[in-house]
């Protein structure tokens, strides 16, 4: 830090803009083109104003309050309000700084940021809303910084600044003369204001956003130097593990063999604390051993009767009732029920922290930082500004980091050890004490006429979902601008009436979802509602096509909203030979999916001749994202819905037994590997068409659409119950 | 304490641990040795897959005396100074990692297996069983081949 604050830098900090992101609230789905014929369906609220739209709302207000800094040695550093967990978001960032500033792209760093409590709602990474929210703000501050830069060249060389152009960091007047950004840095922090117009460049400019680019910190990844919480050195802080109760929500009544316990070898400390004991040890594998021999009386949890049978009997006895008759009327009626599914990120839950009695300093993968930094004050008895947070790069996420338990564990210990601590959750406590996306249950009614779809109506019925972690207080804050008849749902009904819509012509269509209280650790896992909600409808579409004797292609694309939807299913049908003729057991299906201003559409093959054992074979996807920055980064957002939709809709689920998931580890909860994917993968991103959309999650709900079409195709069934592969085929570990 | 002599990534290091402390441990917690990463610890996630002798082991269920008068390598010994193992390299160009959390371990699982089989079949690929929670195999199918290629 002191040898980089010795350097002079140039630093840049824009003055928070007016609203006017509120007015981009866009009303692009009210003029679709509607197909001949087809019954237009009005818009819903998510087609008005989508979530991401108010995320950026609420965050409008500390925008444009990042930091941006040239070094004297030509560096330019970004700091980052957000938390990258593998999806690409600081390779797509330093692109932008690098065009703006004609930078070769090695020159920026991105680092994340600390906490920063003043950006209010402006430090949350979620809801694929990270690119879509920063992509004008990344650009004019760094639009900011180069005019800045050659305002100083401008001076120095008694030119107009408008006669300079730039290469490679390297300004160039006129005559030939260049100075390099970093022999200006110093000069340029000193220009209060400048004449040189700071927009940012035209897109049809660009010459870097847009082309594929390798991730910016891949080689430290394929070297080992990346450096993820665990790795981090913090002087002294020692390993920490927690022993857990044998239910969720379990409590600590009694530890009998503590002292046994502590003289164990390498045992430093064992600390009771709300969720567990936490033992510190001078190794991980000594933490380990030591809290499993602890012996432990414990409390009761607050769902120690439930089991899935009485979770799926919940959720079905809550969904609300179909409005539609179901007589009289052609019609496709479907139920579909969806398992609990574990975010299991690679990298377990995990912080490092060293709490003092005057101050506390904590390092974890967070994507909620203003909210950890608060809880974690208030549970050490500190005040806010004492407690510096860490962003801390991470080992994946899907959802799961915009909790902050392991910090919160790390700093209670810490605090009552009185010495720094590097926690880790095990794999098995991660998978049974973690978060989980929510079971849910699905009543799914369509009716049709003379070739035309009239009603199509959605029941979704949910074990509620946690968004205690800050999203739920953005949405509060945002109610006045929401659509009539969403201000006043709940955060859960605000979240799914502005994500779920359907992107066909269905005539009236209804989206409805009823949230089940119960007192587990839900979380929502990328994409949300969308993964089980739109991809049961894209069953429900497959089947209305049958019973219209239809193609399944063909009768998406006569139903779907806008020309552009249909491309990009047009795109994977074409790439993908859509219709070829394949052997016994296999079969094609295809998925459609639009959220957050992008669209996808995805075609797989099936090898399913053992119906048990089931092979994603091909897969082609297609999506519009509106205006792609890393195509390669997209590519593999894609790549990752494409296989967790493997996963969630074949295989990988979590059993509740008894008030605890069964599932401990990866050789139970059936997450991908290499020889359930496919060997044959294209993806399609659509050219550049307009503003970035959301594309983190995108991927999910049509993967799954097209899975579980292609399954009931190849082997003559109709799945209901994902994953469709559901057996206990393992001995559970010991409840703790 | 017992204390246990080997090598990791060419340089010959003691530790003083039990005998039955997982490799792992001995190398993250007592050598700062850190590119090898827990997922699991049972031997499940492969997340930790470093190489004893030149194979592939997962030093989470290998007990440190084990490797006593053995070369352990991990991730961070496989380049040779700033030259990347085509490995490696094959993992840049074909922009393979997402969260980056399993790709020592997927790395060091397909160098072993490069080093058993100079030619490769799909097959012989599904075989690593490493896990990838963001879902990459495609890119690292796609990686092994290439660097198979090259290394032919
Ligand atoms: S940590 Fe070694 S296999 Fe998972
Ligand atoms: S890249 Fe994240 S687990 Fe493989």
Same mark, same amino acid.
């Given at each position: 830090?002191?040898?980089?604050?010795?350097?002079?830098?140039?630093?840049?900090?824009?003055?928070?803009?007016?609203?006017?992101?509120?007015?981009?609230?866009?009303?692009?789905?009210?003029?679709?083109?509607?197909?001949?014929?087809?019954?237009?369906?009005?818009?819903?609220?998510?087609?008005?104003?989508?979530?991401?739209?108010?995320?950026?709302?609420?965050?409008?207000?500390?925008?444009?309050?990042?930091?941006?800094?040239?070094?004297?040695?030509?560096?330019?550093?970004?700091?980052?309000?957000?938390?990258?967990?593998?999806?690409?978001?600081?390779?797509?960032?330093?692109?932008?700084? #690098?065009?703006?500033?004609?930078?070769?792209?090695?020159?920026?760093?991105?680092?994340?940021?600390?906490?920063?409590?003043?950006?209010?709602?402006?430090?949350?990474?979620?809801?694929?809303?990270?690119?879509?929210?920063?992509?004008?703000?990344?650009?004019?501050?760094?639009?900011?910084?180069?005019?800045?830069?050659?305002?100083?060249?401008?001076?120095?060389?008694?030119?107009?600044?408008?006669?300079?152009?730039?290469?490679?960091?390297?300004?160039? %007047?006129?005559?030939?003369?260049?100075?390099?950004?970093?022999?200006?840095?110093?000069?340029?922090?000193?220009?209060?204001?400048?004449?040189?117009?700071?927009?940012?460049?035209?897109?049809?400019?660009?010459?870097?956003?847009?082309?594929?680019?390798?991730?910016?910190?891949?080689?430290?990844?394929?070297?080992?130097?990346?450096?993820?919480?665990?790795?981090?050195?913090?002087?002294?802080?020692?390993?920490?593990?927690?022993?857990?109760?044998?239910?969720?929500?379990?409590?600590?009544?009694?530890?009998?063999?503590?002292?046994?316990?502590?003289?164990?070898?390498?045992?430093?400390?064992?600390?009771?604390?709300?969720?567990?004991?936490?033992?510190?040890?001078?190794?991980?594998?000594?933490?380990?051993?030591?809290?499993?021999?602890?012996?432990?009386?414990?409390?009761?949890?607050?769902?120690?009767?439930?089991?899935?049978?009485?979770?799926?009997?919940?959720?079905?006895?809550?969904?609300?009732?179909?409005?539609?008759?179901?007589?009289?009327?052609?019609?496709?009626? #479907?139920?579909?029920?969806?398992?609990?599914?574990?975010?299991?990120?690679?990298?377990?839950?995990?912080?490092?922290?060293?709490?003092?009695?005057?101050?506390?300093?904590?390092?974890?993968?967070?994507?909620?930082?203003?909210?950890?930094?608060?809880?974690? #004050?208030?549970?050490?008895?500190?005040?806010?500004?004492?407690?510096?947070?860490?962003?801390?790069?991470?080992?994946?996420?899907?959802?799961?980091?915009?909790?902050?338990?392991?910090?919160?564990?790390?700093?209670?210990?810490?605090?009552?050890?009185?010495?720094?601590?590097?926690?880790?959750?095990?794999?098995?406590?991660?998978?049974?004490?973690?978060?989980?996306?929510? %079971?849910?249950?699905?009543?799914?009614?369509?009716?049709?006429?003379?070739?035309?779809?009239?009603?199509?109506?959605?029941?979704?019925?949910?074990?509620?979902?946690?968004?205690?972690?800050?999203?739920?207080?953005?949405?509060?804050?945002?109610?006045?601008?929401?659509?009539?008849?969403?201000?006043?749902?709940?955060?859960?009904?605000?979240?799914?009436?502005?994500?779920?819509?359907?992107?066909?012509?269905?005539?009236?269509?209804?989206?409805?979802?009823?949230?089940?209280?119960?007192?587990?650790?839900?979380?929502?896992?990328?994409?949300?509602?969308?993964?089980?909600?739109?991809?049961?409808?894209?069953?429900?579409?497959?089947?209305?096509?049958?019973?219209?004797?239809?193609?399944?292609?063909?009768?998406?694309?006569?139903?779907?909203?806008?020309?552009?939807?249909?491309?990009?299913?047009?795109?994977?049908?074409?790439?993908?030979?859509?219709?070829?003729?394949?052997?016994?057991?296999?079969?094609?299906?295809?998925?459609?999916?639009?959220?957050?201003?992008?669209?996808?559409?995805?075609?797989?093959?099936?090898?399913?001749?053992?119906?048990?054992?089931?092979?994603?074979?091909?897969?082609?996807?297609?999506?519009?994202?509106?205006?792609?920055?890393?195509?390669?980064?997209?590519?593999?957002?894609?790549?990752?819905?494409?296989?967790?939709?493997?996963?969630?809709?074949?295989?990988?689920?979590?059993?509740?037994?008894?008030?605890?998931?069964?599932?401990?580890?990866?050789?139970?909860?059936?997450?991908?590997?290499?020889?359930?994917?496919?060997?044959?993968?294209?993806?399609?991103?659509?050219?550049?068409?307009?503003?970035?959309?959301?594309?983190?999650?995108?991927?999910?709900?049509?993967?799954?659409?097209?899975?579980?079409?292609?399954?009931?195709?190849?082997?003559?069934?109709?799945?209901?119950?994902?994953?469709?592969?559901?057996?206990?085929?393992?001995?559970?570990?010991?409840?703790? | 304490?017992?204390?246990?002599?080997?090598?990791?990534?060419?340089?010959?290091?003691?530790?003083?641990?039990?005998?039955?402390?997982?490799?792992?441990?001995?190398?993250?917690?007592?050598?700062?040795?850190?590119?090898? +990463?827990?997922?699991?610890?049972?031997?499940?996630? +492969?997340?930790?897959?470093?190489?004893?002798?030149?194979?592939?082991?997962?030093?989470?269920?290998?007990?440190?005396?084990?490797?006593?008068?053995?070369?352990?390598?991990?991730?961070?010994?496989?380049?040779?100074?700033?030259?990347?193992?085509?490995?490696?390299?094959?993992?840049?160009?074909?922009?393979?990692?997402?969260?980056?959390?399993?790709?020592?371990?997927?790395?060091?699982?397909?160098?072993?297996?490069?080093?058993?089989?100079?030619?490769?079949?799909?097959?012989?690929?599904?075989?690593?069983?490493?896990?990838?929670?963001?879902?990459?195999?495609?890119?690292?199918?796609?990686?092994?081949?290439?660097?198979?290629? +090259?290394?032919?």
């Amino acid at each position: 830090m002191t040898s980089l604050g010795r350097r002079r830098l140039l630093t840049y900090l824009v003055a928070a803009p007016t609203l006017a992101v509120a007015t981009k609230i866009s009303l692009d789905a009210l003029a679709p083109a509607i197909a001949e014929g087809a019954v237009p369906t009005p818009p819903a609220p998510a087609d008005l104003v989508d979530l991401g739209d108010l995320l950026i709302l609420a965050g409008a207000p500390t925008a444009e309050m990042l930091v941006l800094r040239v070094q004297e040695d030509g560096v330019i550093e970004f700091r980052l309000p957000r938390e990258e967990v593998g999806q690409g978001l600081t390779t797509a960032v330093a692109m932008l700084v #690098a065009e703006e500033l004609d930078v070769p792209l090695p020159r920026v760093r991105v680092r994340l940021d600390d906490a920063r409590p003043e950006l209010v709602f402006n430090q949350l990474t979620g809801s694929s809303n990270s690119i879509r929210s920063l992509y004008d703000p990344v650009r004019r501050t760094a639009a900011a910084a180069r005019a800045r830069l050659l305002a100083a060249a401008a001076e120095r060389w008694g030119v107009i600044a408008g006669s300079l152009i730039v290469r490679e960091g390297l300004v160039i %007047a006129p005559d030939g003369r260049t100075a390099s950004y970093g022999s200006l840095a110093a000069a340029a922090a000193s220009f209060s204001r400048t004449t040189v117009p700071i927009a940012p460049k035209k897109e049809s400019e660009h010459t870097l956003v847009g082309t594929p680019a390798t991730r910016i910190d891949a080689r430290a990844m394929v070297t080992g130097r990346q450096e993820y919480t665990l790795d981090l050195d913090v002087p002294g802080a020692k390993p920490c593990m927690v022993r857990r109760p044998p239910t969720i929500n379990g409590t600590v009544k009694l530890v009998n063999n503590e002292s046994a316990v502590r003289a164990m070898p390498g045992v430093l400390d064992v600390v009771i604390i709300g969720s567990g004991i936490a033992v510190v040890a001078e190794t991980f594998g000594q933490a380990r051993d030591a809290k499993e021999a602890l012996d432990v009386t414990w409390g009761a949890g607050t769902v120690d009767a439930l089991s899935d049978a009485d979770i799926k009997a919940k959720l079905k006895a809550a969904n609300a009732p179909l409005a539609v008759p179901g007589v009289l009327v052609k019609r496709v009626d #479907a139920e579909f029920d969806f398992a609990f599914a574990s975010h299991a990120p690679l990298e377990t839950n995990s912080a490092v922290a060293d709490v003092r009695p005057d101050r506390a300093e904590i390092w974890s993968g967070l994507k909620s930082p203003i909210v950890a930094q608060a809880a974690i #004050a208030k549970a050490v008895g500190l005040p806010v500004d004492k407690v510096t947070v860490h962003v801390v790069q991470s080992g994946g996420s899907f959802g799961r980091r915009l909790f902050f338990d392991a910090a919160l564990e790390a700093a209670v210990v810490s605090k009552k050890s009185g010495r720094p601590v590097r926690l880790m959750w095990s794999r098995i406590d991660d998978m049974r004490h973690g978060r989980m996306r929510p %079971a849910t249950h699905h009543k799914i009614r369509a009716t049709y006429a003379l070739g035309q779809v009239l009603t199509f109506e959605h029941r979704v019925a949910a074990v509620e979902t946690d968004f205690r972690h800050g999203l739920g207080d953005m949405l509060t804050a945002t109610a006045a601008s929401l659509p009539t008849g969403v201000g006043n749902a709940s955060f859960a009904q605000t979240l799914f009436l502005t994500t779920v819509k359907s992107p066909y012509n269905f005539g009236l269509t209804t989206q409805v979802l009823t949230e089940v209280p119960l007192k587990m650790h839900t979380g929502s896992w990328r994409s949300v509602y969308s993964g089980n909600t739109r991809g049961a409808e894209e069953i429900v579409v497959d089947e209305l096509a049958a019973q219209l004797g239809k193609d399944p292609v063909a009768f998406r694309r006569a139903f779907l909203k806008t020309a552009r939807q249909r491309e990009v299913l047009d795109k994977v049908t074409h790439e993908g030979n859509w219709g070829r003729s394949l052997p016994e057991g296999w079969a094609q299906g295809v998925g459609f999916h639009e959220e957050y201003k992008s669209c996808t559409a995805c075609l797989v093959e099936i090898d399913a001749r053992d119906p048990k054992k089931p092979r994603v074979t091909r897969a082609v996807i297609a999506a519009d994202v509106g205006r792609p920055i890393n195509p390669s980064g997209l590519e593999a957002q894609l790549l990752g819905g494409l296989t967790d939709a493997i996963s969630t809709t074949l295989r990988a689920g979590l059993h509740i037994d008894k008030g605890l998931p069964m599932e401990g580890s990866y050789s139970q909860f059936h997450y991908a590997r290499q020889k359930d994917s496919p060997k044959d993968v294209k993806i399609f991103v659509m050219p550049a068409s307009d503003e970035p959309g959301g594309a983190g999650e995108l991927g999910v709900p049509a993967a799954v659409g097209a899975i579980a079409n292609a399954y009931a195709r190849a082997t003559g069934t109709k799945p209901r119950s994902f994953p469709v592969n559901f057996d206990i085929d393992f001995d559970p570990f010991p409840r703790t | 304490m017992p204390s246990h002599t080997f090598i990791v990534n060419g340089k010959t290091v003691t530790v003083n641990a039990p005998d039955d402390l997982p490799l792992l441990w001995a190398l993250r917690d007592l050598l700062g040795v850190r590119g090898p +990463k827990y997922g699991c610890g049972i031997d499940v996630c +492969k997340a930790c897959t470093s190489h004893l002798d030149g194979e592939a082991i997962r030093p989470c269920v290998v007990p440190v005396s084990e490797a006593t008068g053995r070369e352990v390598t991990t991730i961070e010994g496989l380049a040779d100074g700033d030259e990347l193992h085509p490995v490696q390299q094959a993992w840049l160009e074909q922009d393979v990692a997402q969260c980056g959390y399993c790709q020592p371990g997927q790395i060091m699982a397909a160098v072993a297996l490069l080093k058993r089989k100079k030619s490769l079949t799909d097959a012989d690929i599904d075989e690593i069983a490493n896990v990838c929670r963001c879902g990459t195999y495609f890119r690292i199918r796609e990686a092994i081949k290439s660097a198979a290629a +090259k290394m032919a």
